[in-house]
């Protein structure tokens, strides 16, 4: 794993709410709202684009956790801005904050944690649970 970002580095998406995104089950829209899945997604896109940038060819990170605080809602149509922060960075895990909002209205707050593994021992972790 490259060592090339420090503690309060900071990586910032948006993503377009669209009707796919809205909260809905078997196919009822509950609310026409960003989903708490839709938003998990992309909070997650956010913090691995760290990885992305650290990881080396043998390598690939895995989740190891994902908080979310909702603030308010995230309306179809809307531009969600979402800026994942470096909190630590302890041996090959990577531990995010982020802030999710439209415009200075606050959707969402909370923390990811990433992993850095080399492949094979991903794959070795899997496999002991019948999947290669």
């Given amino acids: 794993m ?19 995104d809205v909260a809905a ?3 009822e829209v509950v609310h026409e709202v960003c989903s708490t899945f839709a938003l998990a997604r992309e909070i ?6 760290f990885v992305l940038q650290m990881k080396e060819a043998d390598e690939e990170g895995i989740g190891t ?3 979310i605080d909702h603030k308010g809602p ?8 979402i800026i994942a922060k470096i909190e630590s960075i302890v ?3 990577i531990i995010c904050t982020y802030e999710a909002k439209v415009g200075d209205r606050l959707i969402a707050t909370g923390k990811t944690g ?4 080399k492949k094979e021992a991903i794959n070795h972790i899997f496999s002991k649970f019948g999947q290669r």
């Fill in 91 to 93: 041996q090959i895990e």
């Fill in 74 to 81: 995230a309306f179809v149509g809307e531009t969600v801005e």
């Fill in 44 to 49: 997650e896109w956010s913090s691995r684009q």
């Fill in 25 to 27: 089950f078997n196919g």
């Fill in 2 to 20: 490259k060592n090339i970002f420090k503690v309060g580095d900071q990586i910032t998406i948006t993503k377009l709410v669209e009707r796919q």
């Fill in 114 to 117: 990433q992993k850095v593994l």
């Fill in 65 to 67: 956790m994902l908080t």
